[in-house]
């Protein structure tokens, strides 16, 4: 077992994994980054983003007061106190840093708000195209820059097991291929972008059925580094819920249907029903909730979209790559009936029982009781991926089979605001830190809140660094 010492060793190469290594290079400690991927283009969520820097939807130049309040609207005030401030407060000056460091943002690019996006942007069409884009340009930037300040990224190397002597974290064992290499460290930051693409961890938190969920991402998360801290006594936290978007059923087998056009606006205007034909959450509350909702049913893959054609020439046309005219451009199945019953009846749902459920939502409507339906339905909650509801009364009528697609698991290891990662006693686990789609607490609770990926990474990335040069130089 060859044994290499480091400063620092952070699991993960994505952008939380290199923010807390150049933030820990530049306070002067040598930090080694560990990849499993072995290309020079390895693949991760951060390489495969679209790019749209936001807390909550909300810019993340914004004042820390401003965030903060966005971030308790998006969660319904489920995300403590104490980490929701460091988030809110950490992301003006997280991203400046960011441009200091040559990554170039354009202002809007695919959001519908003037939110920073990264350059060059993704093109505008179906399928993943990031090859000499957005997040590939800033991994590489972000690498070379590393290494210019004397830190470096080894590829190749995959995470085991964390290496815990008198209570504290010094190091880490990781595999390459055959070879088993022990990592001696000073300190170690857990930035494995979650565990979204592990079907074992799934089942136990997320989904009965975690192989009928569509995986929107790069296939990279395969919660390494959840196992290691839990085996090394951390919290978990936040577990159940994911960050992604309702997709169409076709998506499942052609990668031209994701990550967009999503079904989310369509939905949030009309109706998804079950494989009963019976409505199953609250469409109001937009895709990210609508998907994890799917994603608890017993057949994630039963559901449908239901609406009309007024839906389909208004809310389906909204948000970049919009479902109209992306879905059946892009192969997509859509079913279309003069009536309700016929156009569920094509795809695959109880006609009579769908009408049925139509005829109820409609007359909701019309009566503005739809908070009395079963579950309940939000009219309108403004979410800025949603629509406000509309009734399903002009024909051609639509149903479209959709799949809920996972783009990363919200919950993860619990940390404190210094991005320490927390044993289930409640105190911080000496050495050991975490940041980006590895950690839970900031996102999630009841409605599914979502509260932004890359911001995640790079603040709690850029506080972690700071954290471990802190306490590594101090000690
Ligand atoms: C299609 C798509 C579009 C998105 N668009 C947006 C957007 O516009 N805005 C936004 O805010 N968010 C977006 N996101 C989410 C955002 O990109 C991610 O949340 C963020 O990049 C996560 O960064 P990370 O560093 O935590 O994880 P990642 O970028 O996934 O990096 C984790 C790295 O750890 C490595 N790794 C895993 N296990 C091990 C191990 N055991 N040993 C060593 N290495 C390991 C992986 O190979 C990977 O390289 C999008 C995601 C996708 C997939």
Redesign the pocket.
């Given at each position: 077992m060859a044994s290499v010492a480091a400063d620092l060793v952070v699991?993960?190469?994505?952008?939380?994994?290199?923010?807390a290594a150049i933030r820990a290079a530049e306070q002067g400690l040598k930090p080694l980054v560990?990849?499993?991927?072995s290309d020079a283009a390895?693949?991760?969520?951060?390489?495969?983003?679209?790019?749209?820097?936001?807390v909550a939807l909300h810019d993340m130049l914004g004042s820390a007061d401003s965030l903060v309040k966005a971030i308790d609207a998006a969660t319904h005030n489920y995300v403590a106190a104490d980490l929701r401030d460091a988030y809110a407060a950490g992301a003006e000056p997280a991203l400046r840093w960011l441009f200091s460091l040559g990554i170039r943002t354009i202002s809007g690019g695919?959001?519908t708000r003037s939110l920073a996006?990264?350059a060059p942007p993704v093109p505008r069409q179906p399928g993943?195209h990031w090859q000499g884009r957005a997040?590939d340009v800033m991994?590489r930037t972000l690498t070379a820059k590393l290494e210019a300040l004397g830190g470096s990224l080894r590829r190749g190397?995959?995470?085991?097991e964390l290496i815990i002597e008198n209570g504290r974290c010094v190091g880490?064992v990781?595999s390459a291929g055959e070879e088993t290499h022990r990592l001696e460290a000073r300190g170690v930051v857990i930035?494995?972008?979650?565990f979204q693409a592990n079907d074992d961890l799934l089942r136990r938190f997320v989904s009965k059925h975690p192989e009928r969920l569509l995986q929107?991402?790069?296939r990279?998360?395969?919660?390494?580094?959840l196992m290691?801290a839990e085996a090394a006594g951390a919290a978990l936290t936040d577990m159940e819920c994911f960050?992604g978007h309702v997709q169409s059923r076709d998506a499942m087998k052609n990668p031209s249907l994701?990550?967009y056009p999503t079904m989310d606006f369509p939905i949030s205007a009309g109706l998804a029903v079950d494989a009963s034909g019976k409505r199953f959450t609250d469409e109001g509350l937009a895709g990210v909730s609508v998907a994890n909702a799917m994603a608890r049913l017993d057949d994630p893959l039963g559901c449908v979209a239901i609406f009309d054609s007024a839906i389909w020439d208004a809310s389906a046309k909204t948000y970049v790559m919009s479902a109209n005219p992306f879905l059946t451009q892009s192969g997509g199945t859509a079913h279309r009936a003069n009536t309700v019953a016929e156009a569920a009846t094509l795809a695959g749902v109880p006609g009579e029982a769908v009408a049925q459920t139509v005829k109820q939502y409609n007359e909701a409507v019309a009566a503005g009781t739809l908070s009395s339906l079963d579950p309940p339905r939000s009219a309108d909650t403004g979410h800025p991926w949603g629509s406000k509801a509309m009734p399903i009364a002009t024909a051609p009528f639509y149903a479209v089979p959709l799949c809920a697609g996972i783009?990363?698991t919200m919950g993860g290891v619990a940390v404190d605001p210094s991005a320490r990662v927390l044993h289930k006693s409640g105190a911080p686990i000496g050495g050991l830190y975490a940041?980006?789609?590895?950690i839970g607490g900031l996102e999630g609770g009841p409605v599914v809140g979502y509260s932004?990926?890359?911001?995640?990474?790079l603040v709690f990335?850029k506080i972690a660094g700071e954290s471990a040069a802190r306490d590594i130089k101090g000690a």
């Amino acid at each position: 077992m060859a044994s290499v010492a480091a400063d620092l060793v952070v699991v993960g190469g994505g952008l939380a994994g290199m923010a807390a290594a150049i933030r820990a290079a530049e306070q002067g400690l040598k930090p080694l980054v560990i990849e499993q991927g072995s290309d020079a283009a390895y693949l991760c969520n951060s390489r495969i983003t679209i790019g749209v820097f936001q807390v909550a939807l909300h810019d993340m130049l914004g004042s820390a007061d401003s965030l903060v309040k966005a971030i308790d609207a998006a969660t319904h005030n489920y995300v403590a106190a104490d980490l929701r401030d460091a988030y809110a407060a950490g992301a003006e000056p997280a991203l400046r840093w960011l441009f200091s460091l040559g990554i170039r943002t354009i202002s809007g690019g695919h959001a519908t708000r003037s939110l920073a996006t990264l350059a060059p942007p993704v093109p505008r069409q179906p399928g993943l195209h990031w090859q000499g884009r957005a997040g590939d340009v800033m991994l590489r930037t972000l690498t070379a820059k590393l290494e210019a300040l004397g830190g470096s990224l080894r590829r190749g190397l995959r995470a085991r097991e964390l290496i815990i002597e008198n209570g504290r974290c010094v190091g880490v064992v990781a595999s390459a291929g055959e070879e088993t290499h022990r990592l001696e460290a000073r300190g170690v930051v857990i930035a494995d972008g979650g565990f979204q693409a592990n079907d074992d961890l799934l089942r136990r938190f997320v989904s009965k059925h975690p192989e009928r969920l569509l995986q929107r991402n790069a296939r990279t998360g395969r919660g390494d580094g959840l196992m290691m801290a839990e085996a090394a006594g951390a919290a978990l936290t936040d577990m159940e819920c994911f960050y992604g978007h309702v997709q169409s059923r076709d998506a499942m087998k052609n990668p031209s249907l994701w990550p967009y056009p999503t079904m989310d606006f369509p939905i949030s205007a009309g109706l998804a029903v079950d494989a009963s034909g019976k409505r199953f959450t609250d469409e109001g509350l937009a895709g990210v909730s609508v998907a994890n909702a799917m994603a608890r049913l017993d057949d994630p893959l039963g559901c449908v979209a239901i609406f009309d054609s007024a839906i389909w020439d208004a809310s389906a046309k909204t948000y970049v790559m919009s479902a109209n005219p992306f879905l059946t451009q892009s192969g997509g199945t859509a079913h279309r009936a003069n009536t309700v019953a016929e156009a569920a009846t094509l795809a695959g749902v109880p006609g009579e029982a769908v009408a049925q459920t139509v005829k109820q939502y409609n007359e909701a409507v019309a009566a503005g009781t739809l908070s009395s339906l079963d579950p309940p339905r939000s009219a309108d909650t403004g979410h800025p991926w949603g629509s406000k509801a509309m009734p399903i009364a002009t024909a051609p009528f639509y149903a479209v089979p959709l799949c809920a697609g996972i783009t990363y698991t919200m919950g993860g290891v619990a940390v404190d605001p210094s991005a320490r990662v927390l044993h289930k006693s409640g105190a911080p686990i000496g050495g050991l830190y975490a940041a980006g789609a590895a950690i839970g607490g900031l996102e999630g609770g009841p409605v599914v809140g979502y509260s932004g990926g890359l911001a995640k990474a790079l603040v709690f990335g850029k506080i972690a660094g700071e954290s471990a040069a802190r306490d590594i130089k101090g000690a």
